[in-house]
Each structure stands twice: as C-alpha cells, then as structure tokens.
T-cell receptor, first 112, second 114 residues
C-alpha cells in the first residue's frame, strides 16, 4: 500500500544509547518531515527535508540528526538519548501542499 | 513565527450534540489551513483544508470549517457528533515561506459519550 512507513513502532532505550528511526515513502514525494508529539504540546517539527540532498532544522532540533538518504528515505538519529526525548515520533511527506501531509504510523520511544 | 491556538484542550459531548472547536492563528498574510484528526493509537489523518475561495470548507465524515480572515480563525464544526468521533483534533497552518512545513496547535481531545 502506498504511504509512509516508519520503523520501529516501539523502542525502549537507556539514557546515553543511540538509535536511528527509519522512514520511507513510496509516493515520490519531494518533502519529508520529522515531528515529535508530546501530551499537551501538539506536534513540533524536529527537522525537515524540502528535497533530496537538503535538510533543515525545525522548532526542536537539539539532540537529533537527520539524513535524507535518497528521495524515498529520511532517517532520524538520536546520538545520545535522554529521558526528555521520550515521545511519539511521526514522519510525514508531502508531494504538493494541496493534498496535505501523509503521516506514518509513528514510533513510540521511551528513554529510561 | 506563526503560531496556532486551540482554545479547548478537552471537550466532552453526548452523541448527537453539535461540535465547534476553535482555532486561531497569528499570521497576517496568506495562509493555508488544515484540520487533522488522530483516532486513539493511530496516526494523523487529514480532515479538511482551506487554500482559497469559499471560506466554508467541507471535509470527510460530515465535518466542516469556516475561515474568517478578519478573526484569524478556522473553527471546526459538526452538526451531530457520534461516538466514533472520539479523537484528538489538530489545527495547522502553513505560510508561504515555510517550505510546506506546518505549524500545529496543541490539539483538542474530544470525548463523545454514547
């Protein structure tokens, strides 16, 4: 099925561990995004990639890095996880803004 | 930077009641406006969007929203809610300079009791 695929769906990390969240879309979209969702905070933009080969910081980039590996894939890396990064992470893509974002199903990350 | 305010964090309604969720944004120029819904345990889905033209926009599942430029508002409405409308609702805005990045409100959790 066409859409945005995120892996893993759940992850528990210890403080200081690193991990990479994977995101892939098969809709030939140019732009991809990483958001985090926290209770009472809505969704906040971490990083985005307007097109293949470019990445930019969003509202809350500290503690994260991203890679736009190719047009399909946009990964988010936590180099040294902190409890404050416990959240639900959503990847999204957009081909044309007229159709809005397509979101992945999310990754629920807990850092202990 | 633009911001989005959703007035109610939690709303509780009985089935068949009417719904109106408030959304205000803080950008004075042309905007694109969206409402997304997130059902429990699921990802966000687009309910409706406004770009231009008729300020009354109809979306899926009987939802509609009205853009009032003078009030910087984009309120979501539904005449008669159902138990299945229980979800969290997010208003979002895109400005022309944003590389299609959306700024989201903090969300309104709607609980519909049968």
């Amino acid at each position: 099925n066409a859409g945005v695929t995120q892996t893993p769906k759940f992850q528990v990390l210890k403080t200081g561990q690193s991990m990479t969240l994977q995101c892939a879309q098969d809709m030939n979209h140019n732009s991809m995004y990483w958001y985090r969702q926290d209770p009472g905070m809505g969704l906040r933009l971490i990083y985005y990639s307007a097109s293949e080969g470019t990445t930019d910081k969003g509202e809350v980039p500290n503690g994260y890095n991203v890679s736009r590996l190719n047009k399909r894939e946009f990964s988010l890396r936590l180099e040294s996880a902190a409890p404050s990064q416990t959240s639900v992470y959503f990847c999204a893509s957009i081909g044309t803004v007229n159709y809005g974002y397509t979101f992945g199903s999310g990754t629920r990350l807990t850092v202990v | 930077a633009q911001s989005v305010s959703q007035h109610n964090h939690h709303v509780i309604l009985s089935e068949a009641a009417s719904l109106e969720l408030g959304c205000n944004y803080s950008y004075g120029g042309t905007v694109n406006l969206f409402w997304y819904v997130q059902y429990p345990g699921q990802h966000l889905q687009l309910l409706l969007k406004y770009f231009s033209g008729d300020p009354l926009v109809k979306g899926i599942k009987g939802f509609e929203a009205e853009f009032i430029k003078s009030k910087f508002s984009f309120n979501l409405r539904k005449p008669s809610v159902q138990w299945s409308d229980t979800a969290e609702y997010f208003c979002a805005v895109k400005t022309p300079s944003g590389y299609s990045t959306l700024t989201f409100g903090k969300g309104t959790m709607l609980l519909v009791s049968p």
